[in-house]
């Protein structure tokens, strides 16, 4: 009665306790083996039925209380992971709650140096008198621009960590996909201009109206087309729609930039992941490595995936489903 818990608890697995039966249905034949050459046919017929049943009702209660052992300690660490899932989701839950506090904190005092930061450049600006003057200007430029990035790390890191508490609501409304890409065509055009880049853009074929969330679709546009500006130094920025299905539609944005190399691309949609530029005459831009992972996460919380086809020297395409 007691073999089968003594078994579980030392790890044993079926195989090795039906060995051991085996080994001890061997040994009782071994020991009444000159008894057996003596008795009659029936006797020994009789015997070996008696060890058999005996030996399997053994092994029959054996397994059962084994099994009985085994479900009472899957039962104990399922308690232990329940209790264990619980106390980390609390700590996620406080972790997310302290980082959006502490970065709600860092917020005020940031915007406060930027804002005076930038007043004091205007102001230096309307008086060219003193600008060549005051050897400091170089470096309010430079803690401008600093803040501005850190600021946009903040921001970023804190929509992430939004996405993954599952605390983005949608606010589905029948919109105007080509309406709302072309709005943020108009604001992204500037920054290729500034490069020197041509932008191609394409939505006749996008659904005329759907049921979305344009202020996440506007986002996930944004981010792509941000980002193809950014790693593209000459050639082409392209977007065209099209619809796939009765289901399905989908955004491809192109560029012709630097590429994405076979090894970095399974890691681009991670948080803070950089790619390694794999051309040595390339230096990469400033990037905080959130923009893909925040992409991907308002993606799916849209029900949809993205795919992206990258080639090293040649450019990158990301294409957004959606339904």
Known sequence: MTHGIFRAKQGFDPAEIAREYRLLRQ?????????????????????????????????????QSYTQERLRELEELQSQLMLTNEQLIRLVNTTQENFSVLAHELKTPLNSI??????????????????DTLPSVENIERVLRNGRQLLSLINSALELSRCKAGKIELHLVPTDVRSAINHVVEIMEPLASAKKLDMVIDTSDAPEQLLTDSLRLQQIVTNLLSNAIRYTNSG????????????????????????????????????????????????????????????????????????????????????????
């Open 114 to 131: 930027i804002n005076y930061s930038d007043l004091f450049l205007r102001q230096v600006r309307k008086r060219p008198d003193i600008r």
């Open 236 to 323: 082409t920025i392209r977007l065209t729609c099209q619809v796939r299905s009765e289901q399905q539609w989908s955004i491809a944005i192109s560029d012709t930039g630097m590429g994405i190399s076979p090894e970095d691309q399974p890691h681009i949609f991670e948080p803070f992941y950089r790619s390694r530029s794999t051309l040595s005459h390339v230096r990469l831009p400033d990037s905080t490595g959130l923009g893909l992972a925040i992409v991907k996460q308002l993606v799916e919380i849209l029900q949809g995936e993205i795919e992206l086809v990258s080639q090293v020297g040649v450019g990158s395409t990301f294409t957004v489903i959606l339904p």
């Open 27 to 63: 040994q009782i034949f071994l020991a009444i083996n000159a008894e057996l050459q003596l008795a009659t046919v029936t006797e020994v017929i009789r015997a070996v039925r008696v060890i058999n049943a005996v030996v399997d009702e053994a092994i029959g209660q054996c397994f």
